[in-house]
Antibody, heavy 123, light 105 residues
Framework: EVQLVQSGGGLEQPGRSLRLSCAASGFTFDDYAMHWVRQAPGKGLEWVSSISWNSASIGYADSVKGRFTVSRDNAKNSLYLQMNSLRSEDTALYYC????????????????WGQGTMVIVSS | SYELTQPLSVSVALGQTARISCGGYNIGSKNVHWYQQRPGQAPVMVIYRGSNRPSGIPERFSGSNSGNTATLTISRAQVGDEGDYYCQVWDSRTVVFGGGTKLTV
């Protein structure tokens, strides 16, 4: 089955760190760029980060630049998001998503999404 | 930074046609993608590159894009089409989402 299964997340204090994981199956993971998108409670979708198929090109939203790091391990079919210096405004449901193509930046769409994992930043 | 503007809500009678707009400067020159998000679920791509429908999405869903407005059209609307709809483009190496439109049937 073609799917993305997410793990990680939870409740963390401001200033601390969390790591999200996204395990891919059912497709050739290293053929595609991957993305992280988040959704604050009751709000819309917000792009967080993207990584090309070979990790050569990476991008971040200004809101997380310098605090979050995206990475992938093609041998393990996995995508990661290391979240440091967490802030209350990082509280959101985080989705990983698969691009239609291999490149970042692309002009393309996200044709497969994970189930989402909740991150709550609060003291 | 580039902005996409969507109406907060659209209502349509059962079996009628719903149109959801997405406004942006010269959006007709960009690839526009649309996602449906039902309550409590992850988004699902329903239209990509302006007017292409992925497999498994009903023919009732169509898209167009010209000038400063892209439009998602849902024909013969059903109760199962209810949810939030988001448009998305790439601009200057970043991904931009519209604010989302809540569709009520």
């Amino acid at each position: 089955e073609v799917q993305l299964v997410q793990s990680g997340g939870g409740l963390e204090q401001p200033g601390r760190s969390l790591r999200l994981s996204c395990a891919a199956s059912g497709f050739t993971f290293d053929d595609y760029a991957m993305h992280w998108v988040r959704q604050a409670p009751g709000k819309g979708l917000e792009w967080v980060s993207s990584i090309s198929w070979n990790s050569a090109s990476i991008g971040y939203a200004d809101s997380v630049k310098g605090r979050f790091t995206v990475s992938r391990d093609n041998a393990k079919n996995s995508l990661y998001l290391q979240m440091n210096s967490l802030r209350s405004e990082d509280t959101a449901l985080y989705y990983c998503a698969k691009d239609i193509g291999p490149l970042h930046p692309s002009s393309d769409a996200f044709n497969l999404w994970g189930q989402g994992t909740m991150v709550i930043v609060s003291s | 930074s580039y902005e996409l503007t969507q109406p907060l809500s659209v209502s349509v009678a059962l079996g009628q046609t719903a149109r959801i707009s997405c406004g942006g400067y010269n959006i007709g020159s960009k690839n526009v993608h649309w996602y449906q998000q039902r309550p409590g679920q992850a988004p699902v791509m329903v239209i990509y590159r302006g007017s292409n429908r992925p497999s498994g999405i009903p023919e009732r869903f169509s898209g167009s894009n010209s000038g400063n407005t892209a439009t998602l059209t849902i024909s013969r609307a059903q109760v199962g089409d209810e949810g939030d709809y988001y448009c998305q483009v790439w601009d200057s190496r970043t991904v931009v989402f519209g604010g989302g439109t809540k569709l009520t049937v």
